[in-house]
């Protein structure tokens, strides 16, 4: 028998990629998405006929309660996140909210309705830095930024459910993805259109930061997998084993579009930057999945699909708040 989904944040860059692979199952597929700045309803338009969409935010407790009524979901995937660094630095109310209060709105709601099976989608950034080697699941958090800290504290209140009522839910914990779709404000998608619209690609620093990059097809299969194949009460780190110094990155950017390192423009660093972010994801290999596309290919494959939607992003990069 078809079970239902409920996927939130699934207008997101992330989200909408699960939501594509998830919309080709029989199961019901119910979105919900606050369609912030960062959502978009276009990311969705290939599978619009396979999916319910509900517009609505998390924070709102009420609503959220009477869609769980409605829509009785067995299963939830919990991908809606205030989720820019630099944003949470400026101003994290929207952070506190969103990624605290949402997310234990979420727990509630989903414990009331007697969902079978919980996945809450954090991010390696909750670990902190790491100067060498590689975080465990097993490891401490110890988030440096304020966005990181709003994570944290939602992994910590889905554990604690875990515990206390023996909540059926899971942790992941990827780390950088990039790809098609993503809101231009994370350091590939500005690169790219930066250099689009013939201005300079903006470093942080020196770029000598390092960052471990996934592909969000794979990103997205892994969700999948630890969905299917996770243990309750287990975290998960999604990583890809590729990571080098942000400038390295941008380079490779530049010269997919034929330029060099006369287009970077260094601009003042990012305080508190972590340095180095890098997790063992060996837990999830286990479950029988590996990352499939190579970091050469997806930044080819990224870097054609934005060059193919100027619109797309244009269009972001004015509506920019
Ligand atoms: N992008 C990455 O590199 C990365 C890495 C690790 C973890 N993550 C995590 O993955 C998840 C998805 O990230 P993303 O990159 O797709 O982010 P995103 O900013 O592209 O998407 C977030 C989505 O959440 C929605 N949203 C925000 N506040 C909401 C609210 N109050 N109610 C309902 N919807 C709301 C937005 O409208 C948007 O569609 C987040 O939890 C993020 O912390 C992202």
Known sequence: MSK???ITGGAGFIGSELVRQISCLKDRVIVIDKLTYSGDLARLKSVKNKITFYKLDITDNKRLRALFDKVRPDYVIHCAAETHVDRSITDNTPFIKTNIMGTQNLIDASREFKVKKFLHV???E???EHACGYFKETDQVQPRNPYAVTKAAGDLLVQAAVKTY???AMIVRPCNCYGSWQYPEKLIPVVISKILSGQKAPVYGQGKQIREWLYVEDC???IQKIFQKGIIGGIYNIGSGFEQPNIKTVLAILKL???NKDSVAFVKDRPGHDFRYSVDFNC?????WKPLISFEDGLRRTVAWYIQNQKWVKQKNKIRR
Request: charged share 15%.
């Open 122 to 124: 954090s991010t390696d």
């Open 257 to 259: 579009l034929g330029k």
């Open 4 to 6: 239902t989904i409920l």
């Open 166 to 168: 023996g909540f059926p």
């Open 220 to 222: 997205a299969r892994g």
């Open 284 to 288: 999830l290999k286990f479950l029988g």
């Open 126 to 128: 909750v670990y902190g």
